[in-house]
């Protein structure tokens, strides 16, 4: 079994805990569970961590196994990550940087994106999670997006069409993402392009993203489906400084992709 199918470590540890204070106590399964409103089968599965211990399950295991308050304490480190362990090093160098370059062909980038369409893409990613879960990603990327108020920090952002395009399949919560999109364009630290879906440019080969921090050094990142890289290799980075240069040329200049999206809009 892979690292990514398996249950969190937190779950795992948080059960075992609960096992080792119940068999302790002499307290058996169906006890706890008769106690805490569970089947049998059920605590078995928080207590092997497959299942999430919840706060009712820990304050009555702390309760039946004289743990003094022990065990209900693990409830702060139950709590899920916000972001997927790969993408941990992006979003602190992220934080920092002065200058961030991004191009995106499928979805609208995560700092542009509005808190419709980022609970629209992770309700519908896989595997699923909990809504506890998909609550707490959504907090984690609308608070990413606070950076683009520092105006001393420049962003760059080009789009592909067939982002602009895809509804997600709700249409007036995309209008409100477009319309979004024209807003937070306007401020002068932010440029926002527009590559058309005809024709052939160096985005075919998938999204990236530059970022440079504010002693000037330069980092690469590459998100696929499962793994994810952060370069800092000088040949690679400016490989993708290139690339991007090469992509902005082909793509429509700020106001012909203001007025793009804008259309787009109207159309919905």
Known sequence: MSSLSQPPM?????GN??????TDAGVTREELGREAGYGEEAIKSMEQGRRRPT????????QMCGARGKLIATQEYLQPDPFVPYAKDFMRYEAEAV??????????????????????LFEVNWPPVDDQTIEEQVKARLAR???????????????????????????????????????VGRQRNIVIQV????????????????????????????????SSTLHSNP??????????AMIAQCALNPDESARFIRELAEEL
């Open 10 to 14: 937190s779950w795992r540890l948080c």
């Open 17 to 22: 805990q609960v096992k080792l204070w119940r």
């Open 55 to 62: 706060p009712r399950f820990l304050e009555v295991a702390d």
């Open 99 to 120: 200058a961030l370059t991004s191009y995106q062909p499928l979805v609208i980038p995560g700092l542009l994106q509005t808190e419709e369409t980022i609970r629209r």
């Open 145 to 183: 997006q606070a950076i683009l108020a520092t105006k001393t920090k420049a962003f760059s952002f080009a789009i592909g069409e067939a982002a602009l395009r895809n509804t997600l399949g709700r249409r007036d919560a995309h209008k409100r993402q477009l319309l979004h999109l024209l807003e």
């Open 195 to 226: 590559l058309p879906s005809e024709g052939a440019n160096p985005g075919l080969n998938g999204p990236f993203v530059l970022l440079e921090s504010p002693n000037h050094e330069r980092y690469a990142y590459e998100e696929g489906q499962t």
């Open 235 to 244: 040949e690679m980075v400016n490989s993708l400084v290139h690339r991007h």
